[in-house]
């Protein structure tokens, strides 16, 4: 049974940091590629990020660059996602998915492993 785990959210000031964890079993954590994604309310489900399996590339969206870095730690069947310089419009659930492929477009079709998310509340 696939399991996958997300944890760290929570209640930070905007210009604040967060970092996001998710912990995956059931699968060969080390073959697939791992994505963040979010999820407003009201709004559609978007991808943020993802990594290839091996972490040599890594995408992200427009509105994050420069702000969260993805990475990766195979040993532990787990990743991360650090969020810096958060904006209000950042506040979301976020959840974590493992996937077949990561590509520029961090699309959600490519990602058949979801997590039950972990929200992201930034106050002004």
């Known amino acids: 049974q696939v399991q996958v785990v997300e944890s760290g959210g929570g209640l930070v000031q905007a210009g604040g940091s967060l970092r996001l964890s998710c912990t995956v079993s059931?699968?060969?954590?080390?073959?697939?590629?791992m994505g963040w994604f979010r999820q407003a309310p009201g709004k559609e489900r978007e991808g943020i990020s993802c990594i290839t399996w091996n972490g040599q590339f890594t995408y992200y969206r427009d509105s994050v660059k420069g702000r969260f870095t993805i990475s990766r730690d195979n040993a532990k069947n787990t990743h991360y996602l650090q969020m810096n310089s958060l904006k209000l419009e950042d506040m979301a659930m976020y959840y974590c998915?493992?996937?077949?492929?990561?590509?520029?477009?961090?699309?959600?079709?490519?990602?058949?492993?979801w997590g039950q998310g972990t929200q992201v509340t930034v106050s002004s």
């Open positions: 998915a493992a996937g077949n492929q990561c590509t520029r477009s961090v699309a959600l079709r490519d990602f058949g492993y």
């Open positions: 059931g699968i060969m954590f080390e073959n697939y590629a």
